[in-house]
Nanobody
Framework: EVQLVESGGGLVQAGGSLRLSCAASGFTFDDYDDYAIGWFRQAPGKERTGVSWISWTDGRTYYIDSVEGRFTISSDNAKNTVYLQMNSLKPEDTAVYYC???????????????WGRGTQVTVSS
């Protein structure tokens, strides 16, 4: 059974940092060509939106404008885990953060095949 489990969320003051983790089990990303992992977030009362993605094959990354320069996505192939380092957090970053896995052509359109259950990030002003 494929599972993605997010962790690392919490409550932090504006300007602070958090590192989210997305650990995969049930499959190995290295077994798939052109797979990617994306981070998404859903703020209260809003739709879920894409934040960043990383190609498992070649490490290409992408960030939405509002997090560019503040968030860094990375992967640890040996641990089958993707991270999202979030610095200079703002209250508007408050959301439930989800990771998803899919072929990169789907992730780039902000679709996922497999999803985690999310981790709450709350940034106080």
């Amino acid at each position: 059974e494929v599972q993605l489990v997010e962790s690392g969320g919490g409550l932090v003051q504006a300007g602070g940092s958090l590192r989210l983790s997305c650990a995969a089990s049930g499959f190995t990303f290295d077994d798939y060509d052109d797979y990617a992992i994306g981070w998404f977030r859903q703020a209260p009362g809003k739709e879920r939106t894409g934040v960043s993605w990383i190609s498992w094959t070649d490490g290409r990354t992408y960030y939405i404008d509002s997090v560019e320069g503040r968030f860094t996505i990375s992967s640890d192939n040996a641990k089958n885990t993707v991270y999202l380092q979030m610095n200079s957090l703002k209250p508007e970053d408050t959301a439930v953060y989800y990771c998803a896995a899919a072929p990169i052509n789907l992730i780039r359109s902000w679709y996922g095949d497999y999803w985690g259950r999310g981790t709450q990030v709350t940034v106080s002003s």
